[in-house]
């Protein structure tokens, strides 16, 4: 047996922060009934001092300096919550490097450097956590480190950026634009000020990469993945797509394919049928595939204080259990694979093309030879609303791989007849 009273010290007292001590000042005796031992919050660390005065702790335990937590012999768990990559990566390096264990959610550093860390949590027989970086509150990580070990999953589908997914609930639902359902979203503190990293989607890119790394045990580079943000998704594409069975999404995708991982960020038409769809407002889903376990999804909130802190202190019971009961090295993943990667111009898969035409003899046909002269076949043509002398065509593909759809797509519109700038969203299979 190893210590009967575990300390614990947080770096970053900001929103998440503030949550895990809420929760902890909340939850501490029955955490500490479940596991019949006892897991102390001995300290917290943040450079602004309003943050920790707003926390309602002893003085004793508030500091403005880092190191007070990261260099104090007498704490044995971490949590590192300044987000960012810098300081935040040479503060998880230097606990790690004084024996303690981490547990962060810190995904941007994690997907950049999370395995250089886990190297060096595994060298000093030691562990990273991080199971909130992706997901909120969603059991996510736990399940692909163990649930999954044994199983071969070959695709992750994901809805992981709250922001995104209540935005597009909201043009749905609201038949309001991105901007104004961009709007109400920072109104009720679901964006940010500068919601920069959700609308584009490298938020979501930087979990694809953590859910790559684990599902399919390989190592995921952030600068294979494809990234498409949402700013090209209007409210007419949002409503033809409601008219075919579908609704849109942001979705994180990863594929296990025989050349390599397929890494793309990008809004999809997903059917309505699929599980994914009814994934409304700022909650997260994860569908995942796998040869053993066929179809399973994991579902909840994906974000925000409570339900992040949650998953925050369940990963420091797990490294309080390591401690207390003498586990040496704690990472269960062994070390990744090298692997290729599939550029998205080799991947496969349907399109939804929304554009506008003049409205005379001649333009379907010329359209309709510029596709097939690149092996683009339609499964749908739909002629839309009229536009003074112009037509709104929508149109969907067969399955066709991607370099072969954009070749066509030059092709079309270069026709002068067809409007620049169409609508191009891709169809999930």
Not at 112 to 123: F, I
Not at 269 to 282: F, G, I, K, R, Y
Not at 401 to 409: C, D, P, T, Y
Request: with cysteine; hydrophobic share 45%; aromatic share 6%.
């Amino acid at each position: 047996m190893g210590k009967e009273c575990i300390r614990v010290g947080l770096v970053g007292a900001g929103t998440i922060g503030k949550g895990v001590v809420d929760l902890y000042k909340r939850n501490g005796d029955l955490i500490n009934d479940r596991i019949d031992f006892a897991v102390t919050l001995a300290k917290v660390a943040d450079q602004d001092h309003k943050r920790l005065q707003a926390l309602d702790l002893d003085e004793k335990m508030l500091s403005t300096d880092a190191a007070e937590v990261l260099d104090d012999p007498e704490i044995d768990i971490v949590i590192e919550l300044i987000g960012g990559i810098e300081p935040a990566r040479s503060f998880i390096a230097q606990a790690l490097e004084n024996g303690k264990y981490v547990v962060t959610a810190n995904k941007d550093m994690m997907a950049r450097h999370g395995q250089e860390l886990l190297a060096l949590a595994r060298e000093k027989n030691l562990n990273i956590f991080y199971e909130a970086s992706v997901g909120g509150g969603i059991p996510l990580i736990r399940p692909l480190k163990h649930s999954l070990v044994a199983d071969r999953v070959s695709r992750v589908l994901g809805i992981v950026n709250g922001t995104t997914n209540y935005i597009f609930t909201r043009m749905a639902q609201d038949d309001l634009s991105l901007e104004d359902a961009l709007s109400e979203a920072q109104r009720l503190g679901f964006a940010e000020a500068d919601p920069t990293n959700d609308i584009e989607g490298l938020d979501a890119a930087y979990k694809l990469v953590i859910m790559a790394n684990l599902a399919f045990g390989k190592k995921a580079d952030f600068d294979q993945v494809h990234i498409e943000g949402i700013k090209g998704v209007t409210y007419e594409d949002i409503a033809y797509a409601r008219e075919i069975g579908y609704t849109i999404k942001l979705l994180a995708i990863g594929e296990d394919l025989p050349e390599g991982l397929a890494l793309r960020i990008h809004p999809a038409l997903v059917p309505m049928e699929h599980p994914l769809a009814s994934v409304l407002n700022e909650l997260n889903a994860v569908f995942i595939e796998s040869e053993a376990a066929k179809e399973l999804m994991f579902y909840g909130p994906g974000a925000g204080p409570m339900p992040t802190a949650a998953a925050i202190l369940s990963d420091v019971v797990e490294a309080a259990r390591c401690i207390r009961f003498n586990v040496s090295n704690g990472v269960v993943e062994g070390e990744l694979q090298d692997t290729g990667f599939v550029p998205i111009g080799a991947v496969e898969c349907r399109f939804y093309l929304r554009f506008l035409v003049e409205d005379r003899a001649g333009v379907f046909a010329s359209l309709a030879n510029a596709f097939a002269d690149e092996g683009v076949s339609l499964d749908m043509v739909i002629q839309k609303r009229r536009v003074g002398n112009l037509a709104e065509v929508v149109l969907v593909t067969h399955e066709v791989r991607e370099e072969a759809f954009h070749r066509a797509l030059s092709k079309v519109t270069g026709i002068t007849a067809i409007k620049p700038n169409p609508s191009i969203i891709r169809l999930l299979g």
